[in-house]
């Protein structure tokens, strides 16, 4: 049975779906019947709204079904395990990808590269596919194999990252000469992005997502209090 859910964006749509139906995100089947959308000075601004369900599907079993083991897997272990798994979910896709690469990133991060002809449609306009995607992966990911994710879409990661450091070069300057900075609402993975590229630049102040009355987020910086 479906319910409708709604939220500012389809990342806390889903969230509130998983929730409600007592379930991981990853085995909701969703149906996107409005996609959000910010407006303008507050006009026309509109929720994301969704149907989900649980079904019973073969996809789902490709994920939920991991063997429970008494020794972690090893970190080659750990990246084929992941690697099938990916690559038989996303095989019937109707879009033209290449193979899904699944790789190390760092230490605590899997990278997973979607390419191919067709991988920018799997991002979708203003990131809304991608931000639905990175949810679900970093949630499948993280809970089996307690590990954090960087996915990458034909370069829309790379191309956010630089746009965002880009952005953030004269708040750097700012937070330098001892002001408190708060940055414009920042949109999905842009507030992540913005988080770490600040967290890692000023590690002994205060760095956060924090969110206004219309449900926006942003990243506040400041000094740590006593």
């Known amino acids: 049975m479906e319910r409708q859910f709604s939220a500012h964006n389809l990342e806390d749509a889903y969230e509130l779906a998983a929730k409600a139906l007592q379930t991981s995100v990853i085995n909701l089947e969703v149906k996107v019947i409005q996609k959000p959308r910010s407006g303008f000075l507050g006009l026309f601004k509109r929720d994301a709204i969704i149907l989900a369900s649980i079904p019973n599907i073969q996809n789902t079993e490709l994920i939920d079904d991991i063997p429970e083991t008494i020794e972690s897997p090893s970190e080659n272990e750990m990246i084929k395990d992941i690697d099938a798994k990916v690559n038989s979910l996303f095989s019937n896709l109707c879009f033209k990808i290449d193979k899904i690469e699944v790789s190390m990133h760092s230490d605590d991060t899997i990278l997973i590269e979607f390419t191919g002809e067709d991988a920018p449609l799997l991002i979708g306009k203003e990131g ?39 952005y953030l070069n004269p708040i750097i300057e700012d937070i330098k000469n001892g002001n408190m900075v708060k940055t414009k609402p920042l949109d999905g993975v842009l507030v992540h992005i913005a988080l770490k590229i600040l967290r890692d630049e000023f590690p002994d102040k205060y760095v956060a997502i924090k969110t206004n009355i219309k449900g926006d987020k942003y990243v506040l910086v400041n000094e740590y209090r006593s």
Not at 136 to 158: G, P, Q, T, V
């Open 128 to 166: 809304y596919r991608y931000k639905a995607l990175s949810y679900i992966l970093f949630n499948w990911i993280h809970d089996n194999y307690s590990m954090m994710l960087r996915l990458e879409i034909a370069s829309f990661l790379k191309t956010q990252e630089e746009s965002i450091a880009m």
